[in-house]
């Protein structure tokens, strides 16, 4: 028994912010990485990107907005399957795309070679794959709030290397979640069997979902202990929410000056009502 009740507490035990970092798991592990692409690549879904009409919109907007048709070199971080980089491509931008999920990268590279799109893919974890040479992009997008779940040092270390990569002036186009959404979440838990239908294994398994909120920081945490009969895995999905001063104070620190604030990536007016940020950074030379 007292196996079971320290397990238990040890599940049930609220950790420390951003004790533990599960990306890879979540994102390139076989099973949850083909559930990942199938999210990807309906036209209605969600949970791993938003649906196709709105990727159609905000891309034509940033294609428009910053030009591409130059043609711009535009570097794409977490670009997944490549649903914006074949769009900025076919807006005439010269495009990289780096993503640590082979699936995704294969389907994306399967997807070019079969349309002749000349789109450069980059394998690896953006925090510490080789990237290209120095000062050779127009623009670098990070889509669908992937800054979020990174923690203050792993924000730096990024906001360095896209600085080290831009161009000089070149810009920075991503999106964040607010306050405004920060508030609307809740802490609370669950268990069900096979959580989230399935998502987690092929296998029948048990899954625990539990939320926290860390409310000095702004950072919600949404934990996944996953039990089947071979293993136990535990997913740790961290959000970092933010205000406009907050997310600019780090961007300076990171050799960046914000040029404007939207409420989305297809270029909404900034409301503070609204649950997303999208922030047109420039690199301060």
């Known amino acids: 028994m007292n196996t079971e009740f320290n397990l238990l507490k040890t599940i049930t035990a609220k950790p420390e912010i951003w004790s533990r970092y599960t990306a890879r798991e979540l994102w390139a592990e076989e099973h949850i990485s083909n559930e990942m ?8 879904s969600e949970p791993a990107s938003r649906p196709h009409s709105f990727i159609d919109r905000s891309a034509e907007w940033i294609a428009d907005h910053f030009e591409l048709n130059i043609p711009k070199r535009v570097i794409d971080f977490g670009c997944g399957p490549g649903l914006y ?15 640590f999920s082979p699936r995704s990268l294969a389907y994306a590279r399967s997807r ?3 349309s002749g799109r000349n789109i450069r893919y980059i394998e ?6 080789t990237l290209p040479d120095p000062g050779s992009q127009d623009l670098a997008t990070m889509i669908y ?6 923690s203050p040092a792993q924000r730096k270390l990024l906001l360095g290397r896209i600085w080290k990569v831009l161009a000089p002036e070149g ?12 508030e609307s979440r809740s802490e609370s838990s669950c268990i069900a069997p096979n959580l989230m239908g399935g998502f987690w294994s092929a296998r029948e398994y048990t899954g625990v979902q539990q939320t926290w909120k860390y409310e000095e920081e702004k950072v919600i945490l949404d934990k996944y202990d996953i ?5 136990i895995r535990t997913i740790y999905n961290w959000l970092q929410y933010f205000s406009p001063d907050s997310l600019g104070g780090e961007l300076q620190d990171g050799g960046f000056r914000i040029k404007e604030i ?4 297809s270029g909404a007016p900034y409301s503070e009502n609204s649950e997303t940020m999208a922030v047109e950074a420039v690199k301060i030379v």
């Open 112 to 114: 070019a070679k079969e």
């Open 171 to 182: 810009s920075f186009f991503f999106d964040v979640f607010s306050l405004k959404a920060y």
């Open 145 to 150: 709030c992937d800054l979020c779940p990174l």
């Open 227 to 231: 039990f089947e009969k071979e293993r």
């Open 262 to 265: 939207y409420s989305n990536v």
């Open 37 to 44: 692409l199938s999210f990807h690549l309906d036209p209605e």
């Open 124 to 129: 690896g974890n953006y925090l510490d794959i």
């Open 85 to 99: 980089t074949t769009r900025f491509h076919d807006a005439g931008a010269l495009v990289t795309g780096v993503d």
